[in-house]
């Protein structure tokens, strides 16, 4: 029996829900069937590995780590511990996708030639430009210092909570996170049909922009590029060929180059040469020695006598090209940006979930996605406090006036046949609300006894002082965007540092 649908109008075949016929054979139309299971599938995938979501900039793998990490204890003032164990806690509790893929977003992290602003401190081998880590047996991790401002305060019912794949636990459908991570960071993914690449950007520059914009709600993409004039990669080199990042800060989608950062001088006391100091964005010196090695080879680059690589962990990239005399150091680097990795393109395209959709986002909109995340996260946090304070302060109430005649509290405890009567007695002498009787009741003796009235009092003062406060905040959005560019601009003076990549 085929099961038909008349949603189109057109009694179009297509698949019955799961469980809708049992122990039948239903048929139905297999190319409709094939472009739902498609759309899902694509959807799948989008949603929950391969992009970003545009507000803490991170793909569900990477915010499990960092949810798990902290779940853990692992904060950087804690140890280290075995990067096979936060995998395996991953892996079992939240993220069912095999330790590969987990292990591989975990030393990324990590990497501060791939990250502008590391989340994770490792320890051990965690790569270079031209090797792969250690296996996760031999590395241990923690989370780094910046990574508390991504995870802090999810506790406070700032953020949304999910089941995980199994329905035991919850987990974060997005972190607070204090910083615009996506720019800051970038984000690489290949979805269904669409792909994401976003450069890195220097963390000062970033909150420069944010608190304009927040001060500024109509600023233009132009404005903005004052404070971010371009990205900014963990491995410095030099930008070329701008024009591709108005583009991209515009509509989301632009290309740039990146080129080596050199010194030309002498190498030898006879010899000049060229230094390379930095490199393009992921690209290891190792490749770039083997690829001027085969462009000297194949003569398509004359003039070179030897190349020296001297990279190391401690010193950074130093690769040392020796030129034979007679040849002009400046023809020679020319030919080597142009043949080797020396020079690469960069292309931008700024694709992120918004709302659980996917968006081609420019500099604006990427800044007032976070922006709008963090007020949101500020509204959240302060209501939750302000409950809290007032939940205290009604027990405070409470004891304060069971205190003033503390030998008739403890008779009538005494006295009574158990605690429902003791319960309704001091609620009727006191004047107390069902909690502030509970408390009490739940309080040993002795403790009652010990209290202070000043004390209590103090305390009544500070939390009538919090309620008041964030009340004030709650009621005023100026104040609230006044709180979101005090807290990013504290981000920015913990964690900014310097420009690495040189405009040209």
């Known amino acids: 029996m085929a099961a038909k649908t008349t949603s189109s109008g057109k009694g179009k075949n297509s698949g019955p829900k799961p469980?809708?016929?049992?122990?039948?054979?239903?048929d139905i139309d297999v190319s409709s069937e094939m472009s739902d299971s498609f759309l899902e599938y694509a959807y799948s995938?989008?949603?929950?590995?391969?992009?970003?979501d545009a507000r803490d900039g991170l793909k569900p793998v990477h915010r499990r780590i960092l949810h798990q990490m902290s779940e853990m204890g692992l904060r950087p003032e804690r140890g280290h511990v075995k990067s096979a164990r936060v995998v395996g806690e991953v892996m079992g509790k939240l993220h069912p996708h095999g330790d590969v893929a987990i292990y591989d977003a975990l030393v990324r992290m990590a990497q501060n030639f791939s990250m502008r602003l590391p989340l994770i401190d490792g320890h051990g081998n965690f790569g270079s430009l031209d090797a792969g880590p250690a296996a996760m047996r031999y590395t241990e991790a923690r989370l780094a210092t910046p990574a508390m401002a991504m995870v802090a305060e999810a506790d406070e019912n700032t953020v949304d909570f999910g089941p995980n794949y199994d329905g035991q636990l919850?987990?974060?459908?997005?972190?607070?996170?204090?910083?615009?991570?996506?720019?800051?960071n970038g984000a690489t993914g290949i979805a269904v049909g669409m792909a994401t690449n976003m450069a890195p950007h220097n963390l000062s520059e970033v909150v420069a922009a944010t608190k304009y914009l927040i001060d500024n709600p109509k600023a233009t993409t132009k404005q903005l590029m004052k404070f971010v004039p371009g990205p900014d990669f963990p491995t410095g080199g030099q930008l070329v060929d701008i024009e591709g990042?108005?583009?991209?800060?515009?509509?989301?989608?632009?290309?740039?180059?990146i080129r080596a950062t050199v010194e030309i001088g002498k190498v030898t006391s006879r010899k000049q040469g060229i230094i390379i100091k930095e490199l393009p964005y992921n690209v290891g010196p190792e490749k770039i020695v083997e690829k001027i090695a085969e462009v000297v080879k194949n003569k398509k680059v004359q003039g070179i006598s030897d190349i020296v690589d001297l990279s190391d962990g401690k010193t950074g990239t130093n690769v040392v090209i020796e030129l034979k005399n007679g040849y002009e150091p400046e023809e020679i680097l020319e030919k080597l940006y142009k043949l080797t990795p020396m020079e690469q393109q960069f292309s931008i395209n700024a694709v992120a979930l918004v709302g659980g959709k996917p968006q081609q986002l420019g500099l604006k909109s990427l800044l007032q996605v976070f922006i709008d995340h963090r007020i949101e996260v500020v509204k959240r946090r302060s209501e939750f406090r302000k409950g809290k304070a007032e939940a205290r302060l009604l027990l405070v109430d409470g004891l304060l006036k069971a205190i003033i005649d503390i030998d008739k509290v403890i008779k009538i405890i005494r006295g009574s046949e158990d605690a429902n009567a003791a319960k309704d007695a001091l609620i009727k002498t006191f004047k107390l609300k069902d909690e502030q009787a509970t408390y009490i009741l739940d309080m040993p003796l002795r403790?009652?006894?010990?209290?202070?009235?000043?004390?209590?009092?103090?305390?009544?003062?500070?939390?009538?002082?919090?309620?008041?406060?964030?009340?004030?905040?709650?009621?005023?959005?100026?104040?609230?965007?006044?709180?979101?560019?005090?807290?990013?601009?504290?981000?920015?003076?913990?964690?900014g540092t310097p420009r690495r990549s040189k405009i040209a």
Not at 245 to 257: C, L, M, R, S, V
Not at 461 to 488: F, G
Request: glycine share 6%; proline share 5%; no cysteine.
């Open 45 to 52: 995938v989008i949603y929950s590995r391969a992009l970003p």
């Open 19 to 26: 469980g809708e016929h049992p122990g039948k054979i239903v």
């Open 245 to 257: 990042i108005t583009d991209a800060y515009e509509n989301g989608k632009g290309a740039f180059k």
């Open 170 to 184: 919850a987990e974060p459908l997005v972190l607070p996170a204090a910083f615009p991570n996506l720019l800051v």
């Open 447 to 495: 403790r009652l006894t010990k209290m202070s009235k000043l004390e209590l009092e103090t305390e009544q003062k500070e939390l009538k002082k919090i309620i008041a406060d964030l009340t004030a905040l709650l009621k005023s959005e100026d104040a609230i965007k006044a709180k979101v560019s005090e807290e990013v601009s504290e981000v920015g003076k913990n964690f």
